[in-house]
């Protein structure tokens, strides 16, 4: 960053917890998204979201504050 943005977002873990995969499995599969497959991808989803994701933004956001923060940023 050199200074000049006025807005940054970011998201962390959107792609590791299966987010696509959640998508499809209600898209192509609209009148059961719970059938056997597409109950595995939610239940690894929800495992992700409950085990692993708290960790990755304990982790994560600390490290991208660090290089951003400055007299102007808001959060």
């Known amino acids: 960053m050199d200074g000049d943005q006025m807005v940054v977002t970011l998201s962390i873990g959107g ?23 597409g109950k595995k991808t939610v239940d690894a989803t929800a495992d992700y979201i409950h085990h692993k994701l ?7 956001y600390p490290a991208i504050f660090e290089k951003i923060i400055n007299e102007r940023t808001r959060v």
């Open 15 to 37: 792609n590791d917890l299966g987010f696509g995969d959640v998508l499809k499995a209600c898209i192509y599969k609209p009148a059961d998204p719970f059938s056997a497959d």
């Open 54 to 60: 708290p960790d990755q933004l304990t982790k994560g």
